[in-house]
């Protein structure tokens, strides 16, 4: 659902959590309980799911309205309502008093009450009322700041997107459940999506080398253009493509070989948090069985970017999932 655009600035360095600026919120049920609306799948097709907003949801939509009546600096711009989290996207139109925490932690606290009024009873089974113990919201939203312009569409397109991506994990689980202990060349990994892929007749590395984007920047891209047409090729021709797809060009390499709907094998760099879901371009193929994601590490809420000894791991490791197989010369 989205809220009138106005015009609006970005944050200022210096000014997150008071000043203006673009903030996403997400709020959730305490034990991930499914008491804010129910998914519904017209004719089994993810694209038509929707949410049936329930009582609880109703309530904690009101809550979030009442946020700008309280504070007039804030604007609700978007938001999407599951049946056990709602996303949020708060636009803040000038420096506030106390600040951004301050209003998430009223809209939290007014959750709390509203939830206190709305008799779960009676539209959840008892077994989950008891799951839910005595409080509905027992974490305070989390809050992200939106610092750069691009990422409002991509945060819009992933809020409306996350019915479709449910119902899509619903009817295809087994995809999207994380399987344990998958063992290659000695080390032990644990992946979503499709692990037939490791069966392949056939493999070949994606790694664009530095050396190939310096000769491109002082004008001789030959290299490296035939070397990214060759990954595609390889691909053409019934080769899995692996690698962690971490340099600009190893993802443009992706983003065809995810159009052209080949399969691969992506390598991550943190593990799998609970409720993992792919990113918004690895989704759909994971849906269709074309990607496996592994990765060697346990989920590290903390990490924010990838270490160069890890680029060089991950890459390693793509080449002994390509050991697996004698793969195509690529390239030059």
């Known amino acids: 659902m989205s809220a009138p ?5 970005w944050q200022e360095p210096g000014t ?18 499914p008491v804010l609306g129910s998914l519904v799948i017209p004719d089994n097709d993810p ?14 939509l009101d809550c979030q309205r009442q ?13 999407c309502l599951m049946p056990d989290h709602l996303h949020a996207i708060w636009y803040v139109k000038r420096k506030m008093p106390k600040g951004i925490l301050s209003a998430v932690r009223g809209f939290w606290q007014g959750a709390k009450k509203a939830a206190d009024t709305i008799p779960l009873s009676s539209i959840t089974p008892n077994t989950i009322r008891q799951n839910l113990q005595e409080r509905v919201f027992t974490e305070m939203p989390f809050v992200r700041p939106m610092g750069q312009r691009r990422q409002l569409p991509a945060t819009i397109r992933y809020l409306d997107m996350n019915p479709q991506r449910l119902a899509t994990k619903r009817l295809m689980p087994g995809f999207f459940r994380v399987q344990e202990g998958i063992e290659i060349a000695g080390r032990t990994y644990r992946g979503i999506g499709n692990a037939a892929l490791l069966q392949a007749a056939r493999y070949a590395p994606v790694h664009v080398r530095r050396t190939m984007v310096e000769e491109a920047v002082h004008g001789d891209g030959s290299r490296l253009r035939d070397y990214m047409n060759g990954c595609v090729l390889a691909a053409r021709k019934g080769a899995v493509m692996v690698s962690p ?20 094998i992506y390598i991550a760099d943190n593990g799998f948090r609970d409720y993992y879901k792919p990113s918004t371009g690895l989704f759909d193929a994971v849906a269709a069985g074309r990607v496996l994601i592994l990765s060697p590490w346990e989920y590290d809420p903390s990490k924010r970017h990838v270490t160069r000894p890890e680029c060089v791991a991950m890459n390693q490791m793509a080449e002994e999932i390509c050991s697996l197989s004698d793969p195509p010369a690529i390239g030059a």
Request: aromatic share 8%; charged share 20%; net charge negative.
């Open 47 to 60: 694209k038509q799911a929707r949410v049936d907003i329930l009582p609880l949801g109703k309530a904690l």
């Open 245 to 264: 797809f971490i340099s600009d060009k190893e993802k443009e390499v992706m983003v065809v070989l995810l159009a052209e709907e080949h399969p691969i």
């Open 67 to 79: 946020v700008s009546v309280y504070h007039p600096e804030i604007q609700i711009l978007h938001y």
């Open 5 to 9: 655009h106005d015009t609006w600035q």
């Open 16 to 33: 997150a959590w008071r000043g203006i600026g673009i903030y996403h919120v997400t709020l959730t049920v305490t034990s991930r309980q």
